[in-house]
């Protein structure tokens, strides 16, 4: 016989199947090396590059996550500028202190004597100090993964160090949080590139519905403030098979998890 005979379910080629939707992930890596990705089942060519300086000279630092289930594994990436987060005519800039609260203010001073309900003093005066670029996006993150509360601090320790390279950080967190999840919402960009969307995390201690709810009304938020997502997506975890974003739900959806004044 001229040719090679095996089952119809042998598997000769790759095969890249896409998702989109929310799922429970682990995370495996943070700027890993070359061949820590090639172990995790990454087959890129070059060692990353993690470091990058902007033509200004300000340092900037990229910090790809890497997450895995059942289902798929993928990364997404946050991206730190050290330079003060501010708005664009520099009239506010981001606070945040050392219990991930944020709110934007004209000084640290205003921030921590700002009101909420009955008139309470509500941002923590601990650590407050304008944020760098992404620094938010970053912490916000790494609390809901290690399911940080309220009254807990958590922080990086050594900030500064990201921007020279040193990660031991925030990889030790993947040794120490090994067992932790945290709710992803999966996407699709231009039909064929498998993606994670950054802008909202939930925490496991939610049951699947809480989460669609919180991430419903998160993107609803979004798309009212003219910042709607632009990759495919689903809420309900399935296979890409192309098609257009999901519409809106016509549920009322939970309270919005990440408030700009987070004010838990």
Same mark, same amino acid.
């Given at each position: 016989?001229?040719?090679?005979?095996?089952?119809?379910?042998?598997?000769?080629?790759? #095969?890249?199947?896409? +998702?989109?939707?929310?799922?429970?992930?682990?995370?495996?890596?943070?700027?890993?090396?070359?061949?820590?990705?090639?172990?995790?089942?990454?087959? =890129?060519?070059? #060692?990353?590059?993690?470091? @990058?300086?902007?033509?200004?000279?300000? !340092?900037?630092?990229?910090?790809?996550?890497?997450?895995?289930?059942?289902?798929?594994?993928?990364?997404?990436?946050?991206?730190?500028?050290?330079?003060?987060?501010?708005?664009?005519?520099?009239?506010? =800039?981001?606070?945040?202190?050392?219990?991930?609260?944020?709110?934007? $203010?004209? @000084?640290?001073?205003?921030?921590?004597?700002?009101?909420?309900?009955?008139?309470?003093?509500?941002? !923590?005066?601990?650590? $407050?100090?304008?944020?760098?670029?992404?620094?938010?996006?970053?912490?916000?993150?790494?609390?809901?993964?290690?399911?940080?509360?309220?009254?807990?601090?958590?922080?990086?320790?050594?900030?500064?160090? /990201?921007?020279?390279?040193?990660?031991?950080?925030?990889?030790?967190?993947?040794?120490? /949080? @090994?067992?932790?999840?945290?709710?992803?919402?999966?996407?699709?960009?231009?039909?064929?590139?498998? *993606?994670? +969307?950054?802008?909202?995390?939930?925490?496991?201690? =939610?049951?699947?519905?809480?989460?669609?709810?919180?991430?419903?009304?998160? /993107?609803?938020?979004?798309?009212?403030?003219?910042?709607?997502?632009?990759?495919? +997506?689903?809420?309900? =975890?399935? #296979? +890409?098979?192309? *098609?257009?974003? #999901?519409?809106?739900?016509?549920?009322?959806?939970?309270?919005?998890?990440?408030? /700009?004044?987070?004010?838990?």
């Amino acid at each position: 016989m001229a040719f090679g005979v095996n089952s119809s379910e042998t598997k000769h080629f790759n #095969e890249t199947i896409l +998702y989109t939707g929310i799922s429970k992930v682990n995370i495996v890596a943070i700027n890993p090396t070359l061949a820590q990705l090639n172990d995790i089942g990454f087959k =890129f060519e070059k #060692e990353p590059e993690y470091l @990058s300086t902007g033509d200004d000279g300000t !340092k900037k630092v990229r910090i790809d996550v890497i997450v895995k289930n059942d289902k798929f594994k993928t990364k997404f990436a946050f991206f730190l500028e050290n330079k003060d987060r501010a708005t664009k005519n520099g009239d506010k =800039f981001e606070i945040v202190n050392d219990f991930g609260q944020s709110t934007w $203010a004209t @000084s640290i001073d205003e921030a921590v004597n700002k009101l909420g309900k009955n008139d309470n003093k509500w941002f !923590k005066p601990d650590g $407050a100090r304008i944020a760098k670029v992404g620094e938010v996006a970053l912490i916000t993150f790494l609390r809901d993964w290690a399911n940080t509360g309220v009254e807990e601090v958590g922080k990086i320790d050594n900030f500064t160090a /990201l921007f020279n390279g040193n990660f031991k950080e925030l990889q030790d967190y993947v040794r120490i /949080l @090994s067992n932790n999840t945290i709710y992803t919402l999966a996407t699709v960009k231009e039909g064929k590139y498998q *993606g994670i +969307y950054t802008g909202c995390f939930v925490r496991t201690q =939610f049951s699947i519905k809480t989460a669609e709810n919180k991430f419903a009304d998160f /993107l609803k938020k979004q798309k009212d403030a003219g910042y709607p997502i632009k990759e495919s +997506y689903s809420l309900e =975890f399935r #296979e +890409y098979t192309g *098609g257009a974003i #999901e519409p809106d739900k016509d549920e009322t959806p939970a309270s919005t998890y990440n408030n /700009l004044d987070n004010q838990f």
